[in-house]
């Protein structure tokens, strides 16, 4: 199965902004999609953003205008920059690609083992 590896968590302040990087490794012939989902203490996962290889994106009503998400599909990374993040922001964020036809056969859903993101007031 393809790895998504996270890297960029960390502690911010509120009002700040921070970039989360996720980057598939194996080779990937296709897939449908790549985004962020966020899991709060307590909380069930939810969808931050996403964006498809064609690039419709789409975002959690939460964080609409402040989020914004990229990839680079010559190396299958995405990224998602988060802008005057809050510490109802506060997750742990899980890279997700769906979908996906790899060199280790077709997965309908990678996830990452996810970092951590806190936002102190």
């Known amino acids: 199965q393809v790895q998504l590896v996270e890297s960029g968590g960390g502690l911010v302040q509120a009002g700040e902004s921070h970039t989360l990087s996720c980057a598939a490794s194996?080779?990937?012939?296709?897939?449908?999609?790549m985004g962020w989902y966020r899991q709060a203490p307590g909380k069930q996962r939810e969808l931050v953003a996403r964006?498809?290889?064609?690039?419709?994106?789409l975002f959690a009503d939460s964080v609409k205008g402040r989020f914004t998400i990229n990839s680079d599909v010559t190396d299958n990374t995405v990224y998602l920059h988060m802008n005057s993040l809050q510490p109802e922001d506060t997750a742990v964020y899980y890279c997700?690609?769906?979908?996906?036809?790899?060199?280790?056969?077709?997965?309908?859903?990678?996830w990452g083992r996810g970092t951590q993101v806190t936002v102190s007031s």
């Open positions: 194996g080779r990937i012939f296709s897939k449908n999609a």
């Open positions: 997700n690609a769906d979908r996906v036809y790899s060199e280790y056969g077709f997965d309908i859903e990678n």
């Open positions: 964006i498809t290889t064609t690039g419709d994106t």
